[in-house]
T-cell receptor, first 114, second 110 residues
């Protein structure tokens, strides 16, 4: 089975632009989470979606938004990009079990804002 | 909120044993997880402690003490491929949120 996939792999944008990042979870996983990882730091939780509904939100501005589609894939949108948005954006999926604690991460999208 | 602290860097020699500590301040959580991340790679799950005590998975063991707000990851028989960053993470009582520590970079030398 394929793992979590993300696209694109790398992206370069300029300040003020917007960006859309995409994630396909492992087949059968209905929960998708998004994380921002700045170089040298741990992943920071942005959003969690389950069954197309937002179930959790981290401490990020409203410029960040996301959605989940009927096939459980997900998009992360960031508007009005700032230099500080440069980071690795990770998507993670996990099975639909409350007692299941392992998250499966995708390879990430490296976003550079110039 | 959740706050997890780890040493920034640890160095050890091949074949040795190393312990990576994680201290936390939380408002409550289900359990403590550990992830490994190689440079340029994605985090991969190593272990999870829901209860106090030691969990062993091959060369890796993880420990949790809720009374001491403390946990650690123990790596035995270190190999060069263990050179990576290691993150502790908690699953919040609002169980849709996972919080990660800042990570410990492990350097394994020959």
């Amino acid at each position: 089975d394929a793992g979590v996939t993300q696209s694109p792999t790398h992206l370069i944008k300029t300040r003020g632009q917007h960006v859309t990042l995409r994630c396909s979870p492992i087949s059968g996983h209905k929960s998708v989470s998004w994380y921002q990882q700045v170089l040298g730091q741990g992943p920071q939780f942005i959003f969690q979606y389950y069954e197309k509904e937002e179930r959790g939100r981290g401490n990020f501005p409203d410029r960040f938004s996301a959605r989940q589609f009927p096939n459980y894939s997900s998009e992360l949108n960031v508007n009005a990009l700032l230099l500080g948005d440069s980071a690795l954006y990770l998507c993670a999926s996990r099975p639909d079990r409350v007692d299941y604690n392992e998250q499966f991460f995708g390879p990430g999208t490296r976003l550079t804002v110039l | 909120g959740q706050s997890l602290e780890q040493p920034s860097e640890v160095t050890a020699v091949e074949g040795a044993i190393v312990q990576i500590n994680c201290t936390y301040q939380t408002s409550g959580f289900y359990g403590l997880s550990w992830y490994q991340q190689h440079d340029g790679g994605a985090p991969t799950f190593l272990s999870y402690n829901a209860l106090d005590g030691l969990e062993e998975t091959g060369r890796f063991s993880s420990f949790l003490s809720r009374s001491d707000s403390y946990g650690y990851l123990l790596l035995q028989e270190l190999q060069m491929k263990d050179s990576a960053s290691y993150f502790c993470a908690v699953r919040d009582y609002d169980f849709n949120k996972f919080y990660f520590g800042s990570g410990t970079k492990l350097n394994v030398k020959p």
